[in-house]
T-cell receptor
Framework: KQEVTQIPAALSVPEGENLVLNCSFTDSAIYNLQWFRQDPGKGLTSLLLIQSSQREQTSGRLNASLDKSSGRSTLYIAASQPGDSATYLCAVRPGQGGSEKLVFGKGTKLTVNP | DAGVIQSPRHEVTEMGQEVTLRCKPISGHNSLFWYRQTMMRGLELLIYFNNNVPIDDSGMPEDRFSAKMPNASFSTLKIQPSEPRDSAVYFC?????????????????FGPGTRLTVT
């Protein structure tokens, strides 16, 4: 059974700092991995999707990497801003049978202090 | 595009009552997902449909839960009878599944959620 873990559960940093969020998964047989952002009381916003054949994806100040063999992904946020404060969720799509099911971690709550 | 639309946004009901949550996926998307989010268990997939057909309902907790997708633009999740432990935020998401397995971008787009409180 695929399990996704995110460490740390919460992180507080000063504005302008570069930071890394971690995601690990137990079964390397994945189709893709997706990073989401969730603001309080709101739905999830997709940030980046990495296919299993890719090593990284970039969007603006965000860079996500994927190391399938070790079951790890990182989300790098450059020059953090208070507006980045949110919960960041990692999800993997298991690679068997064409299922579209996503398995989520419990998230890292990020606070960027001005 | 309006995105995934869910209603109601908040629902407070008494134990034993029937609850119906509604979802309108993004136009053109052919997969629809129902998730539940709680502090203890995080986000869990309840059921998903592809082309209006239920594909995986292994996450549906028990017979009190049922989901339907009568057409490509509408889905319901019903709880009958509701219990306090059903209190959670329920999210609907949709995606476009292409036929080719190597096609990229199976991103799921989430609605704002329905916060359900059962007293």
């Amino acid at each position: 059974k695929q399990e996704v873990t995110q460490i740390p559960a919460a992180l507080s940093v000063p504005e302008g700092e570069n930071l890394v969020l971690n995601c690990s998964f137990t079964d390397s047989a994945i189709y893709n991995l997706q990073w989401f952002r969730q603001d309080p009381g709101k739905g999830l916003t997709s940030l980046l999707l990495i296919q299993s054949s890719q090593r990284e994806q970039t969007s603006g100040r965000l860079n996500a990497s994927l190391d399938k063999s070790s079951g790890r992904s990182t989300l790098y946020i450059a020059a953090s801003q208070p507006g980045d404060s949110a919960t960041y969720l990692c999800a993997v799509r298991p690679g068997q049978g064409g299922s579209e099911k996503l398995v989520f971690g419990k998230g890292t709550k990020l606070t960027v202090n001005p | 595009d309006a995105g995934v639309i869910q209603s109601p946004r908040h629902e407070v009901t008494e134990m034993g009552q029937e609850v119906t949550l509604r979802c309108k996926p993004i136009s053109g998307h052919n997969s629809l997902f129902w998730y539940r989010q709680t502090m203890m268990r995080g986000l869990e997939l309840l059921i998903y449909f592809n082309n209006n057909v239920p594909i995986d309902d292994s996450g549906m907790p028990e017979d009190r839960f049922s989901a339907k997708m009568p057409n490509a633009s509408f889905s319901t999740l019903k709880i009958q009878p509701s219990e306090p432990r059903d209190s959670a935020v329920y999210f609907c998401a949709s995606s476009l599944r292409r036929r080719r397995r190597d096609s990229p971008n199976y991103e799921q787009y989430f609605g704002p959620g329905t916060r359900l409180t059962v007293t």
